[in-house]
């Protein structure tokens, strides 16, 4: 079956502009999560959605960041008035709920550039 | 809290050679334990996952982990390495939520 999706591929803007990074997770699957992948800084923990539950966004790193989940499928991460350094790559996983050791399948990212 | 450790940011290894890539934890009671590997411009990929019970795990291309809990470890490991396992691996523990180490890159030397 399809994996997990994400749009665009690569963005590229200029410091200031909002952008949107979509993800399409695995059809059936309840949990949702997105990361940061900076050079040599690993995976950090952005932000997880769990069924209808209050999404944890303990990891976002300034209230420029924020993510929705519509109608329990489809997210969306918007960085508002970006900044350089939010050049990194954005991941999202999927999995088939949160609350057990359930494998995350991660999709390819999008690598976001911001001049 | 919880964190995981991956002390070595490369590891070289000639081809054929065994291989070993570092992790431990720090976690109360008994976490899941995962590796993950992520090949050149892809996403990352579900290596194996140490959930209860024996504590040499196998999974895919060869590779294996054992889970040490007196030493708090959870070491990947492949008996013959080739060039092709020449990847950035991440470590991650689940308690509470799941954290990911910083990644560990492996240098297969043909």
């Known amino acids: 079956g399809a994996g997990v999706s994400q749009s665009p591929s690569n963005k590229v803007t200029e410091k200031g502009k909002d952008v949107e990074l979509r993800c399409d997770p695995i059809s059936g699957h309840t949990a949702l999560y997105w990361y940061r992948q900076s050079l040599g800084q690993g995976l950090e923990f952005l932000i997880y959605?769990?069924?209808?539950?209050?999404?944890?966004k303990s990891g976002l790193p300034s209230d420029r960041f924020s993510a929705e989940r519509t109608g329990g499928s489809v997210s969306t991460l918007t960085i508002q008035r970006t900044q350089q350094e939010d050049s990194a790559v954005y991941l999202c996983?999927?999995?088939?709920?949160?609350?057990?050791?359930?494998?995350?399948?991660f999709g390819p990212g999008t690598r976001l550039t911001v001049l | 809290a919880q964190s995981v450790a991956q002390p070595e940011d490369q590891v070289n290894v000639a081809e054929g050679n065994p291989l070993t890539v570092k992790c431990t934890y720090s976690?109360?009671?008994?976490?899941?334990l995962f590796w993950y590997v992520q090949y050149p411009n892809r996403g990352l990929q579900f290596l194996l996952k140490?959930?209860?019970?024996?504590?040499l795990v196998k999974g895919s291309y060869g590779f294996e982990a054992e889970f040490n809990k007196s030493q708090t470890s959870f070491h990947l490991k492949k008996p013959s390495a080739l060039v092709s396992d020449s990847a950035l691996y991440f470590c991650?523990?689940?308690?509470?939520?799941?954290?990911f180490g910083k990644g560990t890159r492996l240098h297969i030397l043909p």
């Open positions: 959605f769990q069924g209808n539950s209050a999404p944890d």
């Open positions: 976690v109360s009671g008994n976490p899941y």
């Open positions: 140490y959930i209860t019970g024996d504590n």
């Open positions: 991650a523990v689940k308690k509470d939520k799941i954290i």
């Open positions: 996983a999927s999995s088939l709920a949160s609350l057990s050791a359930d494998t995350q399948y």
